[in-house]
């Protein structure tokens, strides 16, 4: 048998890599896609090979994940649940595609993921397998299948030799360029706070320097292409923001998640650069927008949100919803200014050629729009229903 593998070098995927060749004998190829994390991936190259793959091959998706997920959450201000941006969410189709792809060229008999039965995760594999397979090729899942635990998957691989990184015995980390996801161990406990060993992207907001951070954040139609004026190509202007507002405190999350399966999860996150960006995104569709378009969005915004979430990438909808986006993001262009000081991130200016607001109509002090006969006109026909039901409910 033959199968192809989706490896990202972690715990449940070293494991299975294990059982599949060592106890079912199979021919395992290794596929690790390069999302942003910051794997070393030659190292887990070299893991696929001493655990028995027979081939392994590392895809570099970054430009995609970036060009075709995270800027189509940016201009959607992708946020589930209102708090986290969905970075593992973003990147599980794209990878499960990848692997379809390497599974058809290598003429595979099946593939398979780590993902448990507990999680979302499965559903985002399955159903962009499902999607770009041939019907032939099986689906596998051994750790849901085989209903395997951490502390099993510990004891397998160390038999085999395996050295575990520590943090891997303690918690299950899940990383690309959008955001990094900390679950497991003690922060199972939602009472209790985690412990500042779990970041790695953000400094604690205790620790965070002094002086404040400020930035210019440029858009063009929705996208982010300049930080304080220079032009910086997608990955890296996400990696600098990630790296600079991370290192003054702001960008974790903790969450109480409500996932596809009908479970109520404790999350955290690190995401500085995804946080940063949809406020200021954000922030600009408010100055740019008309009021019907910024409240029609906000249902398109979580719809697209919730679809994504639920590993639907690949529904109709997307693409009908996609368009919405696109076409109400031509006009959300302009430069946000942020202020990031001890873990807070404050917008603190903007500016856009599109913009609605006018500083010469809101001034008191000139007077020709509204005149006093336009504001009486306008409050009469605004409040006509309103008053004309007030007064003949009154008299009944
Ligand atoms: N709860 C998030 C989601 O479903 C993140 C899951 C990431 N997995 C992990 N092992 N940390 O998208």
């Known amino acids: 048998m033959k199968v192809v593998l989706a490896y990202s070098g972690g715990l449940d995927t070293s494991t299975i890599l294990v059982l599949l060749k060592k106890k079912y004998n199979a021919d395992v190829i290794t596929v690790t896609v390069d999302v ?20 392994h091959y590392t895809v570099d998706t970054k430009d995609v994940f970036v060009e075709e997920y995270i800027y189509s959450a940016i201009k959607a201000n992708a946020l589930y649940e209102g708090k986290y941006p969905l970075g593992t969410a973003l990147a599980r189709p794209l990878i499960a595609k990848k692997v379809a792809e390497i599974a058809i060229a290598e003429g595979a008999d099946a593939v398979a993921h780590g993902c448990t039965g507990k999680g979302n995760d499965q559903i985002r594999f399955d159903v962009t397998l499902k999607a770009y397979l041939k019907p032939d090729i099986k689906i596998i899942a051994p750790v849901r299948e085989l209903k395997l635990t951490r502390s099993e998957n510990i004891k397998i691989l160390t038999e085999y030799g395996f050295k575990v990184p520590e943090s891997h015995k303690k918690y299950s980390i899940d990383e690309n360029i959008w955001s990094r996801s900390i679950e497991g ?39 982010p292409t300049k930080v304080n004026g220079v032009r910086l190509y997608g990955a890296k ?32 996150y690190e995401a500085p650069a995804a946080l940063a960006l949809i406020e200021a995104h954000q922030d600009l569709e408010r100055m740019v927008l008309t009021p019907r378009e910024l409240r029609f969005k906000r249902l398109v915004d979580e719809m697209w949100c919730d679809l994504v979430y639920q590993g639907l990438w690949i529904d109709p909808m997307m693409e009908h919803l996609n368009s919405v986006i696109d076409s109400i993001n031509r006009f959300v262009s302009g430069t946000v200014r942020i ?53 003949v409910r009154d008299k009944n």
């Open 237 to 268: 202007l996400i990696k600098l923001l990630n790296t600079d507002i991370g290192s003054h405190g702001y960008g974790r999350i903790d969450l109480i998640e409500s996932r596809v399966i009908g479970l109520k999860s404790r999350e955290v």
């Open 185 to 223: 161990g003690e922060l199972d406990d939602p009472y209790r706070e985690p412990s500042e060993e779990v970041f790695s992207w953000t400094v604690s907001p205790e620790k965070a320097p002094d002086k404040p951070l400020y930035l210019d954040i440029e858009f063009e139609k929705g996208v």
């Open 339 to 391: 202020k990031v000081y001890k873990g807070s991130l404050r917008i603190v200016g903007r500016t856009s050629p599109y913009s609605l607001y006018s500083q010469e109509l809101i001034d008191y002090n000139r007077g020709w729009y509204p005149s006093d006969a336009e504001a009486r006109g306008f409050i009469t026909a605004h409040s006509f229903y309103a008053l004309t039901a007030h007064k």
């Open 36 to 55: 942003g994390q910051e794997d070393e991936l030659r190292d887990v190259e070299e893991r696929a090979y001493q655990l028995g793959a027979s081939k």
